[in-house]
Every structure is written in C-alpha cells, then in structure tokens.
C-alpha cells in the first residue's frame, strides 16, 4: 500500500459504494414519492427498447427535479419524447436529481 504505513493504521469510516441503500429521507427530500412514482410510471406491459435509470440528467429529460416539474427542462423533454416516444425505439427515463450510485443500485433491486 503505502511506504511506512501498515494495514492495521489504515481506517476508513466511508460507505461501501457496492451495498444499495436509500438516500435518508427527510421533509425537504421527496426522494420516496418520486422512487415509488417511477415504480408507477414502469408498466411492464408498456413495449420498451430503453430504460434510462440516473441522476438529474436522466429525470430532467421528464422535465422534472426530485419530481416536481421545472420549466426550464421542458426543452429536454421535448427532446426525449420526439427520440423516445414518438419514434421506432421507445424509451423511459426513470432519474432522481441527486442520486449516487448506492441510490441507483437500490432502485434497481427495489423496482
């Protein structure tokens, strides 16, 4: 590892990026409704080529932010629906503005 320092003086209090876990919930945060939302929006029975699962990237193309619509993503929207709803190749953009990737893992095992 690194010169002159043993494993043993070597400690971490970080989270293990592998475990997926829920952000914390808390009054400011809709994280819940808008997971248990996309859940809603997935109808397995909806013909599907493309999921698209991440952060404000992937939710703004619903022109939405921690699932509350925001007019300035309207743009990106419009964009998403015109490649993936209007065309050959249907798409579903399931994001949560904020999510890190023990966040997204959960979503994938939870829904």
């Known amino acids: 590892l690194v010169e002159g320092i043993s494993d ?4 971490c209090d970080c989270y ?5 876990v829920p952000r914390a919930l808390d009054i400011e945060d809709p994280w819940s409704e808008t997971h248990q939302q996309n859940i809603l929006d ?3 029975d909806d013909p599907m080529d493309v999921i698209l699962m991440g952060d404000s990237i992937i939710e703004q193309w619903k022109g939405l932010e921690v699932g509350r619509e925001i007019p300035e993503a309207e ?3 419009r964009v998403f629906d015109k490649l993936f709803k209007k065309q050959k190749t249907q798409g579903k953009a399931l994001g ?3 999510d890190r990737i023990t966040n997204l893992l959960y979503r994938i095992r939870d829904g």
């Open 8 to 11: 043993s003086q070597i400690s």
């Open 42 to 44: 997935n109808n397995p």
């Open 96 to 98: 949560i503005s904020g």
């Open 75 to 77: 743009r990106y929207k």
């Open 16 to 20: 293990n990026p592998l475990i997926p």
